[in-house]
């Protein structure tokens, strides 16, 4: 099925049964990222007496429980209550079901940029330099997402322990940038837009949703941040229409699925 539609003053065609999933796939007790060495995301049988929700171990059906951190366990969603007192939930602040976004690639670099707490020499960084570079000349009305794929780009980034493989960050003038160019949701291959281990500042988050240290802001509410996907090399940089799917959880993150469509301007 193809659709023909207008971003802005754009005529554009995309082709909705050719869909690039861009999450990684949850696999429960098999291989997965990990962040922060949480549990590994885990599925069960239930039990309840004589009832055993495993058809192989003789039950009537596979029913299953399901154990997993959101944050830690692979590709995510998550709203500004993340970080705020106020205990704000994705499925009221993703109100977005079509997103006109750019794909982006970048190699995160040791730089001058600031951070906070400061850089280490061995921190590698997604800087304002890059964003700058691979952003210019960019339609405004195709800048509501940003979709950004750091190099190298290997596929064991479905199955990181980034705590042995540290993670690339933003700086300060990085995401600043991003904010300045009205992002509303953007989507990242690190596990955070933070360094890992930093003090509990969460300087990039708080740039992001505009937020003082745990306060809320109600004119950021509606942007999200994506953290954990991955982008295949035969993805090209460039227009893509983002459909961001979240199951329907009254939380501050939620598992996640972006689909992205090409598109073609007309």
Same mark, same amino acid.
């Given at each position: ?9 754009? =005529? ?6 050719? +869909? ?8 429960? !007790? ?27 171990? +003789? ?29 704000? $939930? ?14 982006? #690639? ?11 707490? $400061?850089? !280490? ?37 479905? #199955?990181? $322990? ?5 993670? #690339? ?24 837009? $933070? ?26 509410? !509606? =942007? ?18 983002? !459909? ?23």
């Amino acid at each position: 099925m193809k659709g023909i539609f207008e971003i802005g003053n754009t =005529k554009c065609q995309v082709d909705f049964s050719k +869909g690039n999933d861009i999450s990684i796939p949850l696999n429960f !007790n098999g291989e997965q990222p990990n962040t922060y060495g949480v549990d590994i995301a885990s599925s069960a049988p239930y039990k309840d007496g004589k009832f055993i929700g495993d058809t192989r171990k +003789g039950g009537p059906c596979n029913f299953e429980t399901y154990s997993f951190t959101p944050h830690c366990n692979g590709t995510h969603t998550e709203c500004i209550g993340h970080i705020t007192d106020e205990r704000i $939930d994705i499925l009221s602040s993703l109100n977005d079901e079509m997103i006109p976004s750019t794909l982006v #690639s970048v190699t995160p670099k040791n730089t001058n940029e600031n951070y906070t707490p $400061d850089l !280490n020499t061995e921190d590698l960084v997604i800087t304002k330099e890059d964003l700058e570079l691979q952003l210019k000349g960019v339609n405004p009305e195709f800048l509501k997402g940003v979709i950004i794929r750091t190099s190298p780009n290997s596929e064991n980034k479905k #199955s990181r $322990d980034y705590m042995k493989e540290t993670p #690339s960050f933003f700086s300060i003038e990085a995401m600043e940038y991003l904010v300045s160019l009205g992002i509303q949701h953007l989507l990242v291959d690190t596990p955070s837009v $933070d360094r890992l281990f930093d003090d509990g500042h969460l300087s990039a988050h708080n740039i992001f949703w505009e937020t003082k240290g745990k306060a809320f802001n109600l004119n950021t509410q !509606n =942007k999200t941040i994506t953290e954990m996907i991955f982008a295949p090399d035969y993805l090209e940089d460039g227009a893509y229409l983002l !459909n961001l799917q979240i199951p329907a959880f009254v939380s501050d993150a939620a598992p996640s699925r972006p689909i992205l469509y090409k598109i073609n301007e007309l």
